[in-house]
């Protein structure tokens, strides 16, 4: 995988690829502590920015659900 960009958020980790599905320019995956991945975004972002912001946007949701732990 060419990743672009790492991000760790509430223990989690946002991983960037540049590319993305349709006309996003990045796609982004989303793993636990343990590198299971959790979602793929092929939609993330147009930037860098924006696909870390839209990946971190999904763990918030998922945590206020209760699906993440």
């Known amino acids: 995988m060419n990743t672009s960009l790492h991000s760790d958020y509430k223990g ?4 960037l690829t540049p590319r993305g ?3 996003a320019s990045f796609a982004a995956d989303i793993r636990d502590g343990q590198g299971h991945l ?3 975004l092929g939609v993330a972002g147009n930037t860098e920015t924006r696909a ?3 990946g971190r946007e999904l763990v918030e949701f998922e945590l206020a659900y209760g699906r993440l732990q």
Request: hydrophobic share 30%; charged share 30%; aromatic share 16%.
């Open 21 to 23: 599905d349709y006309c």
């Open 38 to 40: 959790l979602h793929h």
């Open 52 to 54: 870390v912001e839209r």
């Open 12 to 15: 989690f980790s946002i991983d």
